[in-house]
C-alpha cells in the first residue's frame, strides 16, 4: 500500500507536467513581393513582403542593397531584372521582375537629351543625331538642324547589322545595307503621317529595292514610331522620337543597328540635310550608314 501510494502522485505530476508543455512553435515561411515606381533613370521599391526579418536586393546592375525600401538609381538606360529575397527562421523566398529603364520620354522635352553625346554628325539641314536604346526593342533618336529642318523624315535602319543585305541601290546610301525605310511628315503633331517600307527582296543576291506598298496614314505610324513636333532651339530646331523595332517585320541584330536620318523638302520631296551625309566621293564615298552598338 505504501508503494501505491507513492506512484499514484507521482503519476499524477508526470500528467500534469506533460500537459503543461507548449505545442511546438510553428515559424512561418516568408513570402517576398514588391512594387516599383520608376522615375528617369531612379527606381523606387516598395517591399511588400511578409514574415520576413532580413532582406537582400539584386538591382541586376551588379549593384546591391539590404534595406527594407531601397532608391537605386541606374547608371545606364537598358532592361534590367531586379530581385528581392526575403529571409526568416521559416526559411527564404524570392521574387524578380524585369524593369525597363529609360530617362527619354517624347514628348517635346528635349531637356532629357542633356546628358547623351551626340552620335553623328551630318549635312545640309541636319547638324547632329544622338541616339539611344532599349536593348534591341526601341530606338529613340534626337534630331538636331538649323532653322530651315523640315519634319518630312527619311530613316534608314540596317537592322540586321549586315551590308551585305538590304538596299545596295544608287539611292541616298550606296552601300549601307539598309532594311528598312521610315519615311513621313514624322514631326507634325496632328498633321503627322508616314508609312513603313522594307526593302524587298534584301537577301543580298540581288541589289533589292523599296516595296513602296505600304500607304503613309496617321493612322499606321503610331505602329512603329513616335516623334515630337519641332521645337525651336539656339540657332534651330530640334525634335525626337522612338521607333518600335519590334514591329518592323525584321530580325533585329542584338549587337548593333546601322542607322541614317534624312531631312526631305516639302516642296520637292528631294534631300536637303542628312546624318550621315548623303554618299559621295568626298564624304561618304562608301555610302555607309552609322554603325550604333545597342547598351
Not at 226 to 237: D, N, R, T, Y
Request: negative net charge; proline residues 4%; charged residues 20%.
Amino acid at each position: 500500500m505504501k508503494k501505491l501510494s507513492y506512484i499514484l502522485p507521482m503519476l499524477l505530476l508526470m500528467f500534469v507536467v506533460s500537459s503543461c508543455k507548449e505545442d511546438p512553435v510553428v515559424i512561418p515561411e516568408p513570402t517576398a513581393g514588391f512594387s516599383v515606381a520608376i522615375d528617369g533613370k531612379v527606381a523606387t521599391f516598395t517591399n511588400a513582403s511578409a514574415d520576413a526579418d532580413t532582406y537582400a536586393w539584386e538591382f541586376g546592375d551588379g549593384e546591391s542593397s539590404s534595406e527594407a525600401n531601397p532608391v537605386h538609381t541606374y547608371a545606364a538606360n537598358g532592361s534590367y531584372v531586379a530581385k528581392l529575397t526575403a529571409t526568416s527562421a521559416g526559411g527564404t523566398d524570392s521574387k524578380q521582375e524585369v524593369l525597363d529603364i529609360i530617362n527619354i520620354t517624347i514628348d517635346g522635352d528635349l531637356s532629357d537629351w542633356d546628358d547623351t553625346e551626340v552620335a553623328f554628325t551630318g549635312g545640309g539641314t541636319i547638324t547632329n543625331v544622338k541616339v539611344e536604346n532599349l536593348d534591341n526593342n526601341k530606338l529613340f533618336l534626337y534630331v538636331e538642324g538649323t532653322a530651315d529642318l523640315t519634319p518630312l523624315t527619311q530613316v534608314y535602319l540596317n537592322v540586321d547589322n549586315d551590308r551585305s543585305t538590304g538596299a545596295q541601290i544608287d539611292w541616298q546610301y550606296l552601300m549601307g545595307g539598309e532594311d528598312v525605310l521610315v519615311e513621313g511628315n514624322l514631326s507634325a503633331g496632328e498633321e503627322q503621317y508616314g508609312a513603313l517600307y522594307p526593302c524587298e527582296p534584301c537577301d543580298g543576291s540581288n541589289p533589292g529595292n523599296w516595296n513602296w506598298s505600304a500607304t503613309p496614314s496617321n493612322e499606321n505610324i503610331a505602329d512603329f514610331v513616335v516623334a515630337s513636333e519641332m521645337i525651336s532651339i539656339q540657332g534651330g530646331l530640334a525634335y525626337e522620337m522612338v521607333i518600335d523595332l519590334t514591329a518592323l517585320g525584321k530580325t533585329i541584330s542584338t549587337e548593333a543597328i546601322g542607322i541614317a536620318v534624312a531631312d526631305m523638302s516639302l516642296e520637292t520631296w528631294g534631300p536637303v540635310g542628312a546624318a550621315p551625309v548623303f554618299w559621295n566621293e568626298n564624304d561618304n564615298p562608301e555610302g555607309t550608314l552609322f554603325v550604333y552598338t545597342f547598351k
